[in-house]
Each structure stands twice: as C-alpha cells, then as structure tokens.
T-cell receptor, first 118, second 114 residues
Framework: AQKITQTQPGMFVQEKEAVTLDCTYD???????LFWYKQPSSGEMIFLIY??????QNATEGRYSLNFQKARKSANLVISASQLGDSAMYFC???????????????FGKGITLSVRP | NAGVTQTPKFQVLKTGQSMTLQCAQD?????MYWYRQDPGMGLRLIYY???????DKGEVPNGYNVSRLNKREFSLRLESAAPSQTSVYFC?????????????FGQGTRLTVV
C-alpha cells in the first residue's frame, strides 16, 4: 500500500531564504511518480513539480527543486529565495505508474503549512 | 479553458438527504479521482477511476458511490448525507505518461451537512 508522510509542524522561513519541506513515502511499486502541490488560502490546488521514479536527475521548476533520494524513499521540496506569496499549505503526493495503467491511485500526505516572514 | 469542472461549488444538505457531485474534464485523461479535505487530514482519496469503465475504492469510501459515466465525467454520490461528510471535496484527473503536467484539480465543493 502507498503511504506518504509529512511530519513537519508549521514551518517558518525568512523572505529570500531557502526552505526544505520534507516528504517520505512507502510503496512496493517499482514505477511511481512523486508530486508536490501548493494550496494557498484561496483553496485551489496548484501543481508545482513532478519526479518520476526512474528519473536520474532531480526535477527543477524555477525556484522549486525536488531532492529525490530513492534509497531513502524521500522526496523533499526545496524552495529557493522564498517570497511572501509562498505562504501556503504544501502537499506531497505519489502515484503508481504501471505501464498498463491499471493502478493509478494518487495518494496525498497531510500537508505542511509554510509561513514566509518579511 | 481546458481543465476540470466541478459542480456545485457550495452545498448545504440536511442529514439524510442525497446529492450528486458532478465532475467533468476535457483533457482526455484516463484517470479521475475524488478526494475530501478536512483540517489536519490532508486530501484523502474516496474513489478513483483508472480508466473508463473501472472504479476502485480509496482510503475513505464508506457512505459514497461513484459513477464513471464516460471518459469525461466522474460523479460522486452521497445517498444519505451525514454530518461527518461535511468537508471540501475535490475532483482531479491525470494521465500516465504526462506526470510532468501533474494532476489537474477542480475548484472544490464545500459541502455542509446539518
């Protein structure tokens, strides 16, 4: 069974500094994808970044990067140069990605609240 | 605009009433999902559909039913609403092989059961 764990309590970061949000996962699948989403106070789910289990390089998207350590089953999100608008809830998620498409369950963690201080 | 459309955005039900939440996507995705979001619990999967014609239970399926009407539409039904089903509900869709695009979410439905 899939499981995503986000255990950090509310996180605080100073504007313009970098912050790492932790995510560990558990799965018996060989092929899977890892996602990070941002949910601001307005409530919409905003996709940030994706990492495939067979991708050899860590994913990057602008100020977001994913520190993927497969052996440790961790997929931490790094936000560089934090901005006030980064204050939000952040969710890590995992999806099975078998080639048949028969197992495409997308499972989320409980989320981490990030507050950026001016 | 392409995306996931959920209706309604808000709903108040009395205990025991039934209702159906509608979801449609126009991106030709095979996989669709229904989640509920409660404070401190993250997004919990209710049901998902890996492809047209298939549905599977997620983490919290009790009290809900789903229908994958066609490739575009995936509805969630509450047969007899209970106060414990007060939550924000999200529909989402995604496609294998397009992971870099993420899963697309609807705007959410805020449901209150009194």
């Amino acid at each position: 069974a899939q499981k995503i764990t986000q255990t950090q309590p509310g996180m605080f970061v100073q504007e313009k500094e970098a912050v790492t949000l932790d995510c560990t996962y558990d799965t018996s699948d060989q092929s899977y994808g890892l996602f990070w989403y941002k949910q601001p106070s307005s409530g919409e789910m905003i996709f940030l970044i994706y990492q495939g289990s067979y991708d050899e390089q860590n994913a990057t998207e602008g100020r977001y990067s994913l520190n993927f350590q497969k052996a440790r089953k961790s997929a931490n999100l790094v936000i560089s140069a934090s901005q006030l608008g980064d204050s939000a809830m952040y969710f890590c998620a995992m999806r099975e990605e078998s080639f048949t498409g028969a197992n495409s369950k997308l499972t989320f963690g409980k989320g981490i609240t990030l507050s950026v201080r001016p | 605009n392409a995306g996931v459309t959920q209706t309604p955005k808000f709903q108040v039900l009395k205990t025991g009433q039934s209702m159906t939440l509608q979801c449609a996507q126009d991106m030709n995705h095979n996989s669709m999902y229904w989640y509920r979001q409660d404070p401190g619990m993250g997004l919990r999967l209710i049901y998902y559909s890996a492809s047209e014609g298939t549905t599977d239970k997620g983490e919290v399926p009790n009290g809900y039913n789903v229908s994958r009407l066609n490739k575009r539409e995936f509805s969630l039904r509450l047969e007899s609403a209970a106060p414990s089903q007060t939550s924000v509900y999200f529909c989402a869709s995604s496609e294998l092989g397009q992971g870099s695009l993420g899963a697309f979410f609807g705007q959410g439905t805020r449901l209150t059961v009194v």
